[in-house]
DNA sequence: TAGCTTATGTGATATTAATCACAAAATAAT
DNA sequence: ATTATTTTGTGATTAATATCACATAAGCTA
């Protein structure tokens, strides 16, 4: 653990701050697929990611999902933060997009090192800053772009949080994610790849260009 | 200034909290429409809303813009905090809806209570957690709702805010906010108002139900 | 009051996306 | 190998929104 937490965060987190982080941060291995926080859970303390890739979607009443971003090595979840500190619910489900190693840290820490460490502070802010940023370019997307280049963002986004161009997936899934529906998915893709730009397999999308 | 600071923020700061705010803050007043932020600036601060309300916009290249959401008083900018802290670029504009009065706080200050004072933790954490919630809020719109539900919110939303059921504004402006086109703006506005929960006029829309 | 400017109303048409209905292919299960 | 299940492909139809092209109305200005 300390091994890999150094790895990513060495150049964030003053020594004494690694020091602690080891000794009250608990590792936790996910696997594909597995739900870390959902809908309506209260947070008892914030998951730094050090290793794979995690999916963040948001839910509405009716059930109907979107994915708001993704969260890669190095990254903290934003919302759980507030929700650990305030004692609120998270408005949002976070899964594991594959195999995943994280360190939970325990709320009653949060606090106290913000005063202690500066490091620890702007680390806050600064994941903060990251996921405003990723909000507003989700927003940019969804005002600004049609579902083809939502679609293909989406295909570029994901391989480079997955660190593969070949992605295994189903329209379907994509679907999901996007809040549209399947055929307009199949028939997107199916144009994208006319274009050369990615090449479609059975579970399996190869993304061609960046 | 003091009055006003503590009547919205004496449950908020500690004392001394609020006595440093008052010794170091700018105090500001803001004209309808006026800018308070725009597009890549470098914030030297933040702003704290003690009256009046600001709308916070998203504009991408090609100059389209988009609603985020609104301030009112007792909120402060998150997205102008993490551009002061960390010397970056803002990547909205914010824009006084009626005229407002603000405290600008200097940004050496933010770090330094981040340590001294916990209802200064909090508040920040808390604004942070805010604005994430209302920017959700905003993807809900856009990905779940069509044009006419989100003309309504927008409506009652802004009717809310600035506390008057009689909103001064053109078709035109509403378009602009919820990026779409002015002649569906009249097209829908036309509908509430045989559905009865509204009364268009010239320059002004009644809001009538809540 | 006549003319100008801004705001709103409305038909017609085009584009994008959603929905339905089903076929065909690939894979998994028995 | 046969059957069942999952995934993908595709035509037809509908709904929502965007766009164009004017008409009308309301308020301002000279």
Redesign the interface.
């Known amino acids: 653990m300390r091994e890999k937490l150094e790895k990513y965060f060495s150049f964030v987190f003053e020594k004494e701050l690694l020091d602690e982080i080891v000794q009250v941060g608990v590792y936790k291995k996910l696997r594909e697929n597995e739900v870390l926080v959902d809908l309506g859970d209260k947070m008892k303390g914030v998951p730094l990611l050090l290793e794979g890739a995690i999916k963040i979607v948001?839910e509405?009443k009716?059930g109907?999902e979107?994915l708001?971003y993704f969260l890669e090595r190095g990254d903290t979840c934003?919302?759980s933060?507030?929700s650990a500190?305030?004692n609120?619910k998270c408005?949002?489900r976070a899964i594991a997009e594959k195999e995943s190693e994280i360190i939970f840290l325990p709320k009653e820490k949060l606090?106290e090192w913000?005063?202690k460490y500066?490091s620890w502070?702007?680390f806050?802010?600064?994941s903060?800053?990251i996921?405003?940023?990723e909000?507003?370019e989700?927003?940019?997307s969804?005002?600004?772009m049609k579902m083809n280049e939502r679609l293909y963002k989406y295909l570029t986004d994901k391989a480079q949080i997955m660190r593969e161009t070949s992605l295994n997936t189903t329209h379907q899934d994509i679907a999901y994610d996007l809040?549209t529906s399947r055929v307009v998915v199949s028939r997107l893709l199916k144009q994208l790849e006319n274009e050369g730009k990615i090449k479609l397999h059975r579970n399996k999308i190869e993304v061609l260009e960046f």
Chains 1, 2 share one sequence.
């Open positions: 948001r509405d009716k109907e979107i708001l934003a919302s933060f507030a500190i305030s609120g408005g949002i606090d913000l005063v500066k502070r702007n806050v802010i600064e903060y800053n996921r405003l940023n909000m507003m989700t927003i940019d969804l005002a600004f809040h």
